[in-house]
T-cell receptor
């Protein structure tokens, strides 16, 4: 089945450790995104990528890093520099491109808890 | 600064009631407005609105965009408990390559 898969669903991290969240899609979409969701704040954009080997910072990129070595994959690393990493992380993809519409498809999310 | 504001933040209704959710926006280079439903984890797409005054319908849900007054509404008629969810509004900019700017969401609880 076509879709977007995030793993793991739940993740616990000790303070000071880096952790990587996985996001894979088989929709052949060019664009991929990482959002963070906190209670009462909706979704905020962390990073996005329009094409392989290229990505841009979103609104809250500090303390995060990404890579886009393959079209299908867009992993997010939460570094120890992120001051408040406990949150729900959503990955999304879309066809992308100007004038092609903006419907994004979302993964099931990863809930990260720092202990 | 661009912003997307949803209201109310939450509401509780009885089954069978009609619900109206609001989304106002102040953004540069507006292209489209999208509505998503988030029940537990992954938001699912409901509507994308690009033109003003044209209502989009899907079953008991409908939505319309007013580009002059810069807002959209999402209506749910004859609500059911399965409509309980967070409803997210998002704006797509013309230069964003699909990047969405979200509002905070409206939590809807439908009681039996």
């Amino acid at each position: 089945d076509g879709g977007i898969t995030q793993s793991p669903k739940y993740l616990f991290r000790k303070e000071g450790q880096n952790v990587t969240l996985s996001c894979e899609q088989n929709l052949n979409h060019d664009a991929m995104y990482w959002y963070r969701q906190d209670p009462g704040q909706g979704l905020r954009l962390i990073y996005y990528s329009q094409i392989v080997n290229d990505f841009q910072k979103g609104d809250i990129a500090e303390g995060y890093s990404v890579s886009r070595e393959k079209k299908e994959s867009f992993p997010l690393t939460v570094t120890s520099a992120q001051k408040n990493p406990t949150a729900f992380y959503l990955c999304a993809s879309s066809i992308g491109g100007y004038g092609t519409g903006g419907q994004a498809f979302f993964g099931q999310g990863t809930r990260l808890t720092v202990v | 600064e661009d912003k997307v504001v949803q209201s109310p933040l939450s509401l509780v209704v009885h089954e069978g009631d009609t619900v109206t959710l609001n989304c106002s926006y102040e953004v540069t280079n507006f292209r489209s407005l999208l509505w998503y439903k988030q029940e537990k984890k992954a938001p699912t797409f409901l509507f994308m609105l690009t033109s003003s005054g044209i209502e989009k319908k899907s079953g008991r849900l409908s939505s319309i965009l007013d580009k002059k007054e810069l807002f959209s509404i999402l209506n749910i008629t004859a609500t059911q408990t399965g409509d309980s969810a967070v409803y997210l509004c998002a704006v797509l900019h013309t230069d964003s390559w699909g990047k969405l700017q979200f509002g905070a969401g409206t939590q809807v609880v439908v009681t039996p």
